[in-house]
């Protein structure tokens, strides 16, 4: 499948310098692809900027950081008319202690779903067979190809379009 969007090169390299960290430190992981947004029909739909969104996530992500298989996060802010300001995130799940990241992305969507009060609403993303990458491999330390793999499918995070100028984006300290 030929890429549909332009890479940013800025957020590509922080992409990708985030995912040299965690494998470097990593000997396994999983990567759990998450989108947030808030529900047409709510009036944080019609917030006029990423600020309140922004806030929210932070807030969620200062849960998220307590669970204790996440390892680590990346998310970025867009905009669109049909999804108004919404977040691509993906968390990183040490897979030498979980081999499910079901209950992660449940948890997640219900820490979510509480901040907002019932206005936000998320998506696991999932692999889908027209796609070129597959976020479903385990990406190890040692195999090269697992690395690029999930390059592959994260720098969507990273593309120019929907950003509208926006540089809001974020990712975790990964320890030495």
Known sequence: MLKSYTPNWFFTALLDHHIDQLVARYSCLR???????????????????????????????EQVEQFENIVGFFWVIEWTVDHGFHAHAVFWIDRQRVKKIYPSAERITECWRSITH?????????????Y??????PVRHNEPESIDNIRGALHYLA????????????????PE
């Open 132 to 137: 070129a990458y597959n976020i479903n491999i």
């Open 31 to 61: 990567a759990l692809r998450m989108d947030f947004f808030y529900r047409k029909e709510t009036p944080d739909f019609l917030q006029p900027d990423h600020r309140r969104l922004e806030l929210q996530l932070r807030m969620l992500l």
């Open 159 to 174: 593309k120019e379009e929907q950003k509208d100028g926006l540089c809001a984006y974020g990712c975790n300290e990964v």
């Open 118 to 130: 019932n206005s936000g609403s998320a998506h696991r993303c999932t692999y889908q067979p027209h």
